[in-house]
């Protein structure tokens, strides 16, 4: 049973910075690529940025891309998402993702993802 646990989420003012957190326990946090999404009410989970297993090779959506900063500590079985220079659109429950299986690389599907965390929200006010 894997157990994600999200945090650092918070209200910050645009142009700030915040930096999330997912712990992970249960499994080999390092045979499996990460991932963060979020959601918004009304609104399906959007992918927000992914790695691979070693931190190696990263994936953005092209509405993070360059404020954004994913990262990860295996030997803390921990993921990171940098936040900065942040905009009110970035408003969201901010969820971090562990893929279903092993050994993959980066991936940007909600369907690759099988284990959630239960979400941090993070508000930009302007």
């Known amino acids: 049973q894997v157990q994600l646990v999200e945090s650092g989420g918070g209200l910050v003012q645009a142009g700030g910075s915040l930096r999330l957190s997912c712990a992970a326990s249960?499994?080999?946090?390092?045979?499996?690529?990460m991932g963060w999404f979020r959601q918004t009410p009304g609104k399906e989970r959007e992918f927000v940025a992914a790695?691979?297993?070693?931190?190696?090779?990263?994936v953005y959506a092209d509405s993070v891309k360059g404020h954004f900063t994913i990262s990860r500590d295996n030997a803390k079985n921990t993921v990171y998402l940098q936040m900065n220079s942040l905009k009110p659109e970035d408003t969201a429950i901010y969820y971090c993702?562990?893929?279903?299986?092993?050994?993959?690389?980066?991936?940007?599907?909600?369907?690759?993802?099988?284990?959630w965390g239960q979400g941090t929200q993070v508000t930009v006010s302007s």
């Open positions: 249960g499994r080999t946090f390092s045979d499996y690529a």
């Open positions: 993702a562990q893929t279903k299986r092993p050994y993959t690389g980066p991936r940007s599907a909600v369907t690759d993802f099988g284990s």
């Open positions: 790695l691979s297993r070693g931190g190696a090779v990263t």
